[in-house]
Every structure is written in structure tokens, then in C-alpha cells.
């Protein structure tokens, strides 16, 4: 189950899984990058693209993580292999990393900022609903215990 912190914050994703294509990593093997936030990369992310990928029609999918920043998934459809490979060095890396061409996806736990809007003019209007896809936000769990809960709930109904 995705443990999901309060601190875990505002969580953008720029581009659509729909429009990503995966790079030829060799005559056989695709391979996606997605680099970014360690916060949403280390759970969510690759809670996200494992169910993207079932929903794609994708068997025999696995995770390995390779170091401490990288974890790899994969997958096979149509005897083709994919890996795709979830980079955790935080937001900052990962925006760097599309405006550069070494991801196909930024995971950024914050909106870009006007500097990186600004350096990343050829890639359209980051700022745009066009161009992110909001994973989640802002998230507190309240745990109450069973004697309490009754009078918690009677609390938020008013």
C-alpha cells in the first residue's frame, strides 16, 4: 500500500503517459526514462507505471532497484522488452534532465518555477494543462481510535 506523507506535497508529472514513447535502448529493448523527485519516485512512481503498463497489456513485469537513486521495471508485450527506468535525484534534476533530452518525463513534486519555464521554451508552455498531469496532492491522515472516532465524525459532519 503507497504511504503517501503530508510533506509529500503538490505532485506534477510534465507530459501524459499516453504521448510518451519509449527510447530504443537496442534492436529488442525499449527503454522510458522518467527522472525527478525522490519523493513521488520512490513509491508512487513505480506504483504508477507498473499499473500503467498492466493496463497496456504488459506481462512478466518486475522491479529492481539498481542503486540507491535508480529503479528499474520490467516488462515484456509482443515479446518486446521494456525497461523503464524511474531516477530519484529530485525535482530540480529531473526538469534539467527533460530541457537537456536525457528523460522522456520529469516527476517533480512542485510546479516549475519561472526559470525553468524560461529554459524550457522549446518544449511548449510547461505552465500549461497540455503539458502536466497531476499524480496528487497535498494528503493528512487523521487516525482516530474506535472510542474517539464516533466523536471525530460527528466533528467534521458540524
Request: hydrophobic residues 45%.
Amino acid at each position: 500500500m503507497l504511504n503517501i506523507r503530508s510533506r509529500a506535497a503538490f505532485a506534477t508529472c510534465l507530459l501524459c503517459f499516453a504521448s510518451m514513447s519509449a527510447i530504443a535502448q537496442d534492436d529488442t529493448t525499449e527503454r522510458l526514462r522518467l527522472h525527478g523527485s525522490n519523493t513521488v519516485g520512490t513509491h508512487l512512481m513505480p506504483a504508477l507505471v507498473q499499473s500503467w503498463l498492466e493496463a497496456m497489456g504488459y506481462e512478466s513485469i518486475s522491479q529492481r532497484a539498481t542503486s540507491p537513486h535508480l529503479t528499474e521495471i520490467y516488462a515484456t508485450r509482443d515479446d518486446v522488452p521494456l525497461i523503464v527506468e524511474i531516477e530519484k535525484r529530485g525535482s530540480t534534476a529531473g526538469i534539467a534532465d527533460l530541457i537537456e533530452g536525457n528523460t522522456e518525463l520529469a516527476i517533480m513534486a512542485r510546479r516549475p518555477n519561472a526559470q525553468e519555464i524560461d529554459s524550457a521554451w522549446q518544449l511548449g508552455d510547461l505552465g500549461s494543462p497540455d503539458q502536466e498531469f497531476v499524480v496528487a496532492l497535498d494528503a493528512i491522515t487523521a487516525i482516530v481510535n474506535a472510542l474517539h472516532g464516533v466523536r471525530f465524525r460527528r466533528l467534521l459532519q458540524g
